[in-house]
């Protein structure tokens, strides 16, 4: 049985609190706030919402988007992701390079728990969970073999990536949607605009504040559709959820998640439903977050203290919530 709880906004739990509707109509009777314009899009795999007072902004958040879509899309064979992916090494683009170069200290950082060269097993697990039949233990046992960024070489002065092994494959999943909300943030801020929220299912940017209040986002229960358990007030700040509720199965009574264990090869298992992470940027935030439903609790905790200013907060699979 497949559960899918794609939301229109694939929203992996977040709801932008904006009260549009109600706001422009204060904003009318006391000045309140400009209009919020709000424009969605299916873009790099998910929904794109951009929300603003300036007109320009969609346009130039869903611009980015669709160029960065053709670097970083693993499911497209044209993108540049899947050139390196079939040569196993390119002279690669800066955005590219950038991503890898991120990459790699996110798997340092996480000793090991994010690894973008999980796609053997990232790749297997999602056709597993498609046809709701586990892999292979064989097949699980290779791709394992496969896995590892210490397999991948990045040449600063030449931009140049090369797999040291065969068989190696990148998937940018857990990090390609914060990093193109963080680049079409600089693209807003270059055009002026400074107030805006690019959510890019459930990995977003809060741009300044919306008119002279903080932006309000809503903490999703993950089982409970429409149901919040915290809001919190952001301004230039990211945030990204993660979590088991939005892509898993369930085989004999038991939830397998999209995110993957590099290190048992299969998925994380932490009794862990989502995690929020909040952080300077959308990028680190969507790769924490990644990183933390891997690692657990515990580790999770040691992880985030290393970023100064950034904090989660943990669902369990008993409902409770945590601050990590
Ligand atoms: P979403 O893609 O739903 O926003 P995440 O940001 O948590 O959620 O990323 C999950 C995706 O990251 C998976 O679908 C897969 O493509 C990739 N991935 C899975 N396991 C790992 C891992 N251990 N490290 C890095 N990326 C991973
Ligand atoms: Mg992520």
């Given at each position: 049985m497949i559960k899918n709880r794609r939301t229109v906004f694939r929203s992996l739990g977040f709801l932008v609190f904006l009260s549009s509707v109600l706001c422009s109509l204060f904003s009318v009777l006391s000045g309140c706030g400009k209009p919020l314009f709000r424009d969605s899009e299916f873009t790099m795999g998910s929904f794109v919402e951009v929300i603003s007072p300036d007109p320009r902004a969609k346009t130039i958040v869903f611009n980015e988007f669709n160029r960065l879509d053709k670097v970083f899309n693993i499911f497209d064979e044209n993108s540049e992701l899947s050139r390196l992916n079939q040569t196993g090494g390119l002279i690669a683009s800066e955005d590219l390079f950038a991503i890898l170069r991120k990459s790699k200290e996110f798997y340092d950082v996480s000793g090991g728990a994010f690894d973008v060269t999980v796609a053997p097993l990232s790749l297997l697990w999602k056709r597993a969970i498609k046809k709701s039949e586990l892999p292979k233990e064989d097949d699980i046992k290779d791709a394992l073999d496969a896995v590892g960024f210490d397999s991948v070489y990045l040449d600063e002065n030449t931009r140049q990536v090369r797999f040291l092994k065969l068989g190696v494959k990148i998937d940018l999943g857990g990090i390609a949607k914060g990093y193109a909300v963080d680049k079409a943030v600089s693209k807003l801020k270059e055009a002026g605009v400074s107030s805006a929220v690019v959510n890019a299912g459930g990995n977003m940017y809060c741009l300044g504040a919306n008119s002279a209040r903080a932006w309000r986002v809503g903490i999703q229960d993950p089982r409970v559709a429409k149901n919040l358990i915290r809001k919190i007030e952001l301004k230039d700040s990211g945030v990204s959820t993660s979590g088991d509720y939005e892509q898993f199965f369930v085989f004999q009574n038991k939830r397998y998640s999209h995110i993957i264990n590099p290190k048992t090869g299969y998925p994380a298992e932490n009794g862990i439903i989502s995690v929020?992470?909040?952080?300077?940027?959308?990028?680190?935030?969507?790769?924490?977050?990644?990183?933390?439903?891997?690692?657990?609790?515990?580790?999770?905790?040691?992880?985030i203290k290393r970023f100064p200013g950034a904090y989660a907060k943990v669902i369990d699979e008993h409902d409770r919530l945590f601050d990590l």
């Amino acid at each position: 049985m497949i559960k899918n709880r794609r939301t229109v906004f694939r929203s992996l739990g977040f709801l932008v609190f904006l009260s549009s509707v109600l706001c422009s109509l204060f904003s009318v009777l006391s000045g309140c706030g400009k209009p919020l314009f709000r424009d969605s899009e299916f873009t790099m795999g998910s929904f794109v919402e951009v929300i603003s007072p300036d007109p320009r902004a969609k346009t130039i958040v869903f611009n980015e988007f669709n160029r960065l879509d053709k670097v970083f899309n693993i499911f497209d064979e044209n993108s540049e992701l899947s050139r390196l992916n079939q040569t196993g090494g390119l002279i690669a683009s800066e955005d590219l390079f950038a991503i890898l170069r991120k990459s790699k200290e996110f798997y340092d950082v996480s000793g090991g728990a994010f690894d973008v060269t999980v796609a053997p097993l990232s790749l297997l697990w999602k056709r597993a969970i498609k046809k709701s039949e586990l892999p292979k233990e064989d097949d699980i046992k290779d791709a394992l073999d496969a896995v590892g960024f210490d397999s991948v070489y990045l040449d600063e002065n030449t931009r140049q990536v090369r797999f040291l092994k065969l068989g190696v494959k990148i998937d940018l999943g857990g990090i390609a949607k914060g990093y193109a909300v963080d680049k079409a943030v600089s693209k807003l801020k270059e055009a002026g605009v400074s107030s805006a929220v690019v959510n890019a299912g459930g990995n977003m940017y809060c741009l300044g504040a919306n008119s002279a209040r903080a932006w309000r986002v809503g903490i999703q229960d993950p089982r409970v559709a429409k149901n919040l358990i915290r809001k919190i007030e952001l301004k230039d700040s990211g945030v990204s959820t993660s979590g088991d509720y939005e892509q898993f199965f369930v085989f004999q009574n038991k939830r397998y998640s999209h995110i993957i264990n590099p290190k048992t090869g299969y998925p994380a298992e932490n009794g862990i439903i989502s995690v929020t992470v909040v952080a300077g940027d959308a990028m680190t935030a969507d790769a924490l977050s990644t990183s933390i439903v891997v690692l657990g609790r515990e580790k999770g905790r040691k992880l985030i203290k290393r970023f100064p200013g950034a904090y989660a907060k943990v669902i369990d699979e008993h409902d409770r919530l945590f601050d990590l």
